[in-house]
Nanobody, 124 residues
C-alpha cells in the first residue's frame, strides 16, 4: 500500500491551495480517509476526514476554510484550503483506516496507512 500526497507549496496569507493524495495497493471505497498536519516543533494534529459513510469531519481550526473531498473512482482524496494563515504552515499527511470507527477518526492511532506528507508554507 502506498499513499502519495501532492500539491504542497508556498502560498501567501489569505491565499488558497489544493493538495491531493492518491492511493495504490488499496481502494478508498468503504474506508475513512483523513488529513493530518504537523507544524515544526508541534505534535501531529487532525485536520479533516472523509468518512466511509460519506460524511466529513473537520478540526475547529480549519472548519469553514478547508474542504475535504474524495473521488473513489480515481482513488484520491483532496483538501481544498482557503483563507490560509501562517499558522497553517505544516507538513500535511494523508492517512487511511481500514476499520476505524467514527468516534475515533480524530486520533492518529486509528489509521493504518500513511503517506509521506507534503509541505504547505504560508508566508508573505
Amino acid at each position: 500500500v502506498q499513499l502519495q500526497a501532492s500539491g504542497g507549496g508556498l502560498v501567501t496569507p489569505g491565499g488558497s491551495l489544493r493538495i491531493s493524495c492518491a492511493a495504490s495497493g488499496l481502494s478508498f471505497r468503504q474506508k475513512s480517509v483523513a488529513w493530518f498536519r504537523q507544524a515544526p516543533g508541534k505534535a501531529r494534529e487532525f485536520v479533516a476526514a472523509s468518512t466511509r459513510s460519506g460524511g466529513t469531519l473537520y478540526s475547529d481550526s480549519v472548519k469553514g476554510r478547508f474542504t475535504v473531498s474524495r473521488d473513489n473512482a480515481k482513488n484520491t482524496i483532496s483538501l481544498q484550503m482557503s483563507g490560509l494563515e501562517p499558522e497553517d504552515t505544516a507538513v500535511y499527511y494523508c492517512a487511511v483506516t481500514i476499520r476505524g470507527i467514527l468516534s475515533a477518526l480524530r486520533s492518529s492511532d486509528t489509521y493504518d496507512y500513511w503517506g509521506p506528507g507534503t509541505l504547505v508554507t504560508v508566508s508573505s
